[in-house]
């Protein structure tokens, strides 16, 4: 390989990385959108138009007219002025804004890193497969919008959990796509064997628990109960009677889907020491720093949860909750990688 070679090679991991951060910072801003209960403020998609913001009084007249006219503010916000939407407006536009720029982002280095022909062309087809994932993302996150938009004043707590999952979807495909740049390598993700099956079990009930956590936030369920360890009086909701499995799984309980997404975190708690035990004991070496970065995350995590649920969802520990579950998967992932073939 000459030094051509090699530079083009670091520029590609260094814009990957790039693009991690970018991904990862538009998650932490979709997240104080829909904390701040913004994103419901600008009701058409304007994939070209609403590159710019408002620039006059009669830009800024003509969103106002259109928001006032969706069940959110004839129910929640009909006392809201001018002033007071354009803050709720500046969050959706960011996001939008930063979407649009993690997409030119990603497309633009990759036609030329895919015309040089020096980057591994399968690292290149994932590439334009994550691509793909960021423009569905985009279809995605307008569909999650209209939802609230007719009848009801938030969206849909399932096109909501669609719209995280596939960030995240995203975020661990760069990750992975990264570990295998840098260790020069293309280990594959679903690659199923018994040596990586606990490890990979352990990232499906992590992205499980994301979901059901977009359940959470979609629903605003955390305002439900609002302590810890018991969720009131009792460890189950009592407000809810469960009368066969339908109502068991019923997601649109907002005090059953609480008592799931503690329960799961306890479950991977659980799960995550089994898996230590099991590390330790078969002394696998390669996998301690991995598992201690793990065990690290996995205690912010749950201590941040605990935080976030009886300081009555406190804007600041509920975003640093969600930043904080994106190390999880980071970390999640780091450990299966080195078990992975």
């Known amino acids: 390989m000459n ?24 998650v932490i801003i979709g997240g104080l959108t829909r904390l701040t209960n913004s994103g419901l403020s600008i009701t058409e ?25 969706i069940p959110q503010f004839e ?25 649009r ?3 030119l982002f990603f497309i633009l280095p990759l036609i030329y890193f895919y015309f040089s022909k020096k980057i591994n062309k399968k690292y290149i087809k994932n590439c334009f497969i994550i691509f793909l994932l960021i423009l569905f993302q985009g279809l995605v996150g307008w569909y999650m919008v209209k939802s609230g938009l007719v009848n009801d004043i938030t969206v849909s707590h399932y096109r909501l959990s669609i719209h995280l ?18 260790e020069e390598k293309n280990k594959i993700f679903f690659q199923f064997s018994k040596k990586n099956i606990l490890f990979f079990i352990l990232l499906m009930l992590i992205f499980f628990q994301i979901l059901i956590g977009a359940f959470v ?53 659980i799960y995550i020491f089994c898996l230590s035990v099991y590390i330790y004991k078969n002394k696998l070496k390669k996998l301690f720093k991995s598992l201690k970065l793990l065990l690290i995350f996995l205690l912010i995590q ?24 994106m190390f999880l998967v980071f970390t999640s992932i780091n450990l299966y990688y080195f078990k992975s073939k």
């Not at 998609?45 to 259109?66: A, C, H, M, R, V």
């Not at 929640?76 to 804004?97: A, G, P, Q, T």
């Not at 605990?306 to 600041?316: A, D, F, R």
């Open 45 to 69: 998609w304007e994939l070209f138009k609403g590159i710019l913001p408002p620039l006059n009084n009669q830009s800024w007249s003509t969103y106002f007219e259109e928001y006032k006219k």
């Open 217 to 269: 936030s979609g629903l605003d369920a955390g305002r439900v109960y609002q302590t810890w360890p018991l969720m009131g009086h009792s460890y189950f909701p009592d407000d809810t009677i469960i009368k066969d499995l339908k109502s068991f799984l019923n997601f649109h309980n907002s005090s059953l889907v609480q008592f799931y997404h503690r329960n799961l975190a306890y479950l991977i708690a």
């Open 302 to 325: 749950i201590i941040l949860g605990i935080l976030t649920l009886i300081s009555g969802l406190n804007i600041y520990l509920a975003s640093a909750h969600q930043i904080s579950s």
């Open 101 to 103: 720029i993690i997409g």
């Open 165 to 182: 999952i596939i960030a995240f979807v995203i975020l661990s495909s760069i990750f992975w796509l990264i570990k295998n740049v840098k």
């Open 3 to 26: 030094i051509s070679d090699k530079q083009i090679n670091n520029l590609f991991l260094y814009w990957l990385t790039t693009c991690l951060a970018l991904v990862f910072i538009i």
């Open 75 to 99: 129910l929640i916000n009909k006392n809201m002025n001018l002033n007071e939407f354009k803050v709720i407006f500046y969050w959706e536009y960011f996001h939008r804004f930063f979407a």
